[in-house]
């Protein structure tokens, strides 16, 4: 039963750039987060998503960031016009329904150069 | 909305020794969960150990064990017999309870370094 898988691990782009980072979660796990992570800080919330439907999306930037969960294919988490602020550690995690409890991936490494 | 503290930045112990660590956090919320997540090097974050709030008893697991003080809104983190191993950054997280989903509002984390 493989866990959430992210990728891709590490992702270099150029600022004005497009980044896409993709999430499958667990197998039988319907909701998917995402995370940011910046140089020496804890995680924080993005967004919370169900196949086809964002549930919060509460801790996403106004302007350039995007995410989606098809029902078909991983989740999504786009990120239009790079800048180098945008350079964290991206984490998506899933849970079954009605339970509690996560499993993470093991994060996507964002770099703006 | 809820609010999560960790002030020690960063600790050490020395290997086979015990240390704590210190969560405090803030909610208006009644039903909760309370986490603790490792992260070592490689990124991954590994969930250490959980207590609901509605539980007056402390959860352990093996080396690790919580002390929560739903009335303080405290939740420190002690961990037995330091192992090398245990050297990581710990994040201290809440959840409010939900029949859904429900975010993770995580610490700021403490680096814990295990010296041999």
């Known amino acids: 039963n493989a866990g959430v898988m992210q990728n891709p691990r590490h992702l270099v782009r150029r600022r004005g750039q497009e980044a896409r980072l993709r999430c499958s979660p667990m197998?039988?796990?319907?909701?998917v987060y995402w995370y940011r992570q910046l140089p020496e800080e804890g995680l924080k919330f993005m967004v919370y998503?169900?196949?086809?439907?964002?549930?919060?999306e509460s801790g996403m930037p106004k302007e350039r960031f995007s995410a989606e969960f098809p029902k078909e294919g991983p989740s999504i988490l786009r990120i239009q016009q790079v800048v180098r602020g945008d350079s964290a550690a991206y984490f998506c995690?899933?849970?079954?329904?009605?339970?509690?409890?996560?499993?993470f991936g093991s994060g996507t490494r964002l770099t703006v150069v | 909305a809820q609010t999560v503290t960790q002030s020690q930045p960063e600790m050490s112990v020395q290997e086979a020794e015990t240390v704590t660590l210190s969560c405090t956090y803030d909610?208006?919320?009644?039903?909760?969960?309370l986490f603790w997540y490792k992260q070592p090097p490689s990124r991954q974050m590994i969930l250490v150990i959980r207590?609901?709030?509605?539980?007056?008893q402390n959860a352990t697991e093996n080396r690790f064990s919580v002390n929560f003080q739903k009335a303080a809104k405290s939740f420190s983190l002690k961990i037995s017999d330091s192992q090398l191993g245990d050297t990581a950054m710990y994040f201290c997280?809440?959840?409010?309870?939900?029949?859904?989903?429900?975010?993770?509002?995580f610490g700021e984390g403490t680096q814990l370094t295990v010296n041999p």
């Open positions: 995690a899933s849970s079954p329904v009605g339970r509690v409890g996560y499993t």
């Open positions: 197998k039988g796990h319907s909701h």
């Open positions: 998503l169900q196949k086809e439907n964002i549930i919060d």
């Open positions: 909610t208006s919320e009644n039903n909760y969960y």
């Open positions: 207590q609901e709030a509605y539980k007056q």
């Open positions: 997280a809440f959840m409010k309870h939900e029949t859904s989903g429900s975010r993770l509002t």
